[in-house]
């Protein structure tokens, strides 16, 4: 039975790998300037995780299958090179393997996280709430009205709870349901919840970042092609969570200010 | 280490009552029992409402004839509900990992073989022994009352994440009553677990017998004292977090929801509190509690590798360390749950790094295992199936965890399938092996009966491939994107993906009906098993020493037991057996480990 427990190891471990080798199921394609970067450690981490994976499996079934159900008169053996061995193998080679996917994976948490937003940016405010983004953009005066949570109505739809009658700023605002940005141009989102915690998923820009009630979170990233993805809440946040999500358009630079009129028009 | 001799008179009389007897015992043996009674219970419910949720996954507008009867309102035509579907799942993890995981292969087998296994009588505080199962109980009759009152349990997941959990009612289903039940069941809980991680320390420092040195210990006791060490620190800190919560609800606090949060419309009156620091709360909790979960199960698939290979560890020593290891770690990596929860992103790098040293030990320890299995002479049982089992999930769990240790790949993986498919093999599917190795080889102990062994390898075979089935697509479904929580999939990438959650579901309903083949062997063999031996697995440790199965209540029959050796004298040449028991005189060339 021994033998047969070392083939059911080997057949699972190899059917495993399968779809991960045939990239059967991927993410939507990256349409991010700095996703490469994400994708390219994903695939450096799952060859090493994979050779870890077959390596440890392979090892523990071939193991079993040769020391199951020995003669019972035969002697007990001690693996070449002892636990010693073995201890320093796991230091030299995950410990290798450790520093460099930590050292490089830095880079592209860096060009996410530590480089700062381009000076002209656009800046796009994305407020989430129960079950819904919303998204405002400053209008002529690239000024943000200041929030007022009082104000917050949606059955008179002041979803970010503006007040232009005495907020100058706030009057050319304009909130939309739907988010879209020009392409190749880089995006700085202000980012603030409503009510409790949301997350900010974009799988085709490889970026994901948690709304924090209380804090305002800002992100910035550059879309390199024209079309329609999908934005989900991946920050459980009551019942309609599933049911979470807008749509990201990225136009060119011209439909971008055309929507963007027509936008303001319907304020 | 301490002579027993001092304490020749038992420290309470047996019992003679039924209530004293069984119920409200004071013996170790019978609360370990009790413990496993609870995760017994605790598990089917748990089973029973993954199915639940997996039917909802595959087909969202199935009708499950019956459902309404558990909630009218959440399954009203016995269709689910998405929030109730949020409830179940809730329930479902909180059950689980509080428990099951915790509880069996913790409180369960520590309970009833540590003290034997240290040579001792009882735990030293009998009183807190049994007060900790009575509390546990209580806390999961409170969890459990959530179905019945208000609006259901809450909805906010095991995690509990604030403000979703702290804002009251107005935050949806569950969130008022039943969230407030939640942090009560969760915090009288984790009294239970202070209480036995008390008793669990004291036995393995100071109730050891004559000659039991700590390096004499077998690896489970070591796993259990590791174990206790955890749960004394981890718990103390979800004890005041959940306090905290409850006064967020009850008494007008803000401890973690924030000024200006608007809710229905409404301006919340809660000012200056922290969402985050609930996160930083709950996992400075949550990943050693990963550790407790599976540090016991390391134990006992060592512990039943040892007797089965006929051999010693290659290194006894370099497995407590790295048990141990992972320990001290498991503190330093709680970060890595919060990469892109709006922390600090420098922290996320700190975290980061611990995050992938850990991956040292536990590759250690692999290793230890299969080097072990070089040379020895393997004896295959159900038992032994499952602690190899156990290797084999705790590889395929552990390589996922290279890429959840970093931040960049994080941004794509986070609240995804990926890591629900993580962290059920390496802390749940596991573990649960570890508990059902720990139930082969130790019920002739503590029935005096076998289990059926063909039974058994059919519940063994059964299950490896069935977990396998179902967790390893969750990966899958991870890497093209699949969030976790969600009910249904709507959005446009994700309805491809729908095919695989069926599979899954059909997978999970299988694997879950294969275990009452375990459970009909686990009673059948109580009443119709065939008569067990002392020693059926010729094993050497003192939990085999005892003059009959069941152990007497004073475990060693008024003998004061006095050990002679380290814990796996195996392989012993020249000698009529090839094993010599811990406290047996005999003068042996000891089998020593390398140092």
Known sequence: MGKILAVTIILIAILSAVPIVMHTWNPPADVSTHGHLIDEQMSETMAEAGIAFLAGQILLAFFIWKFSNVQPGARIKNFPGGAMGLVLAAFLLVGTEVLALGVFGVKAWSQVYFTPPAADAMPIQVQAGQFAFYFRYPGADGKFGPLHPELVNEGTQNLFGLDPDHDPASKDDIVTAEMAIPVNKEVHLLMHSKDVGHSFYVPALRVQQDFVPGLDVSLHFTATKVGKYEIVCTQLCGLGHYNMKAYLEVMSQQDFESWLKKQAANQ | MHDTSAHAVHQHAAPTSFIRKYVFSLDHKVIGKQYYGLALLAVLTGMVLSWLMRLHLGWTDLKIPGLHLLSASGAPGDVMTPEYYLQLMTMHGTIMVFFVLTTAPFAAFGNYFLPIQVGAEDMPFPRFNMMSFW????????????????????????????????????????????????????????????????????????????????????????????TSVMGLTAFAVLMPACILLILDHVAGTSFFVASNLVLNDQLQPHSGGSTLLWQHLFWFFGHPEVYIAIVPGMGVVSHILVANMRRPMLSHRVIVYSMGALAVLSYMVYGHHMFVSGMNPFSSLVFSFPTLVITIPSTILVLIWIGSLYGSKLRINTASL??????????????????????????????????????????????????????????????????????????????????????????????????????????????RLIPLHRFITVAALCTGAVQLIFLYNLFYSRFRGEEAPLNPWQATSLEWSTPSSPPPFDNFGGRHVVVYHDPYQYGIEGSTDDYVMQDSPAQIQSVRDEK
């Not at chain 2, 942090?183 to 677990?193: E, M």
């Not at chain 2, 059964?462 to 396998?468: C, R, S």
Request: glycine share 12%; charged share 5%.
């Open chain 2, 135 to 226: 509390v546990t109980f209580t806390a999961f009759l409170v969890l459990i009352s959530s179905f019945f009152f208000g609006d259901g349990p809450t909805l906010a997941g095991w995690t509990q994440y604030a403000p979703l959990s702290a804002v009251g009612a107005v935050a949806g289903p569950g969130q008022g009553t039943g969230e407030v039940l939640w942090a009560s069941s969760i915090a009288i809980f984790c009294v239970g677990q202070l209480l036995g991680s008390l008793n669990f320390i004291t036995t393995t420092l100071d109730m050891r017998t004559k000659g039991m040195s700590l390096w004499r210990l077998p690896l489970t006791a070591w796993g259990w004292f590791i």
């Open chain 2, 386 to 495: 499952f602690a190899l089992g156990f290797i084999s999930m705790f590889i395929s769990g552990g390589v996922s965890g290279f890429f959840l240790a970093q931040p960049s790949i994080d941004i794509m993986l986070h609240a995804t399938y990926f890591v629900v498919g993580h962290f059920h093999l390496v802390m749940a599917v596991a573990a649960i092996f570890g508990i059902f190795a720990g139930t082969y080889f130790w019920y002739p102990k503590v029935t005096g009966r076998m289990m059926n062994e063909t039974l058994g390898k059919i519940h063994f075979w059964l299950t490896f491939v069935g977990a396998y089935c179902i967790f390893m697509p969750f990966h899958y479904l991870g890497i093209a994107g699949n969030v976790r929580r969600y009910q249904a999939f709507v959005d446009d990438y994700l309805v």
